[in-house]
């Protein structure tokens, strides 16, 4: 009964290829975020949809394409990846409006490797 | 724009001792704040949120938080930790409307036997 779940956990792959990060919520919320954290664990978001639309778009290389097939799923395709691009991905959701609408619910991150 | 400083990158402190983690921010509007831990190779968990009311927040395990507006500092604490307790706290600022969080650089608790 995973609230955020996250697909694949650990991901490893050379430079120039292409792959995706899916991401789950069983939690009936309106909006989901992708957030990036780096290797000193700062976090920063990517971006975020509300009812799959893109809301929040952060300064992020046009090689990140988020998609959101319906609201409960928000998946992370990334083209020619780069060795900076190494990092723990977050995927989180929220309720998107009402009181609770600020908290955010966070699954359990992908490591991505680039090698 | 809204920022985080949490001027504390590691604190160390042995078990049973109190704790506080510091937090102040900067915004030119009223914000909602957060504390979130993450414990080693896990997602964020949320430990509590500031959003209206009551200055003084409690948590989760025994910690809570207090929002002081004049020195725009959210300090979490706790009365006695335990070695569980060792993990990243993150503190984060969001604003109305936006549900964007801009978290600070984190602050590694290590609970010393």
């Known amino acids: 009964d995973t609230a955020v779940s996250q697909t694949p956990k650990y991901l490893v792959t050379q430079m120039g290829n292409d792959k995706s990060i899916k991401c789950e919520q069983n939690l009936g919320h309106d909006t989901m975020y992708w957030y990036k954290q780096d290797s000193k664990k700062f976090l920063k978001i990517m971006f975020s949809y509300n009812n799959k639309e893109l809301i929040i778009n952060e300064t992020v290389p046009n090689r990140f394409s988020p998609k959101s097939p319906d609201k409960a799923h928000l998946n992370l395709h990334i083209n020619s990846l780069e060795l900076g691009d190494s990092a723990v991905y977050f995927c989180a959701s929220s309720e998107g409006r009402g009181p609770n609408s600020y908290e955010q619910y966070f699954g359990p991150g992908t490591r991505l490797t680039v090698t | 724009a809204q920022s985080v400083t949490q001027l504390d990158s590691q604190v160390p402190v042995f078990e049973e001792a109190p704790v506080e983690l510091r937090c102040n921010y900067s915004?030119?509007?009223?914000?909602?704040l957060f504390w979130y831990v993450q414990y080693p190779n896990q997602g964020l968990q949320l430990l509590l949120k500031?959003?209206?009311?009551?200055?003084l927040v409690k948590g989760i395990n025994g910690f809570e938080a207090e929002f002081n507006k004049s020195q725009t500092s959210f300090h979490l604490r706790k009365p006695s930790v335990h070695i569980s307790d060792t993990a990243e706290y993150f503190c984060?600022?969001?604003?109305?409307?936006?549900?964007?969080?801009?978290f600070g650089t984190g602050t590694r608790l290590k609970v010393l036997a």
């Open positions: 915004s030119s509007v009223s914000v909602y």
């Open positions: 500031y959003l209206s009311g009551s200055t």
């Open positions: 984060a600022v969001s604003t109305s409307g936006t549900y964007k969080y801009i």
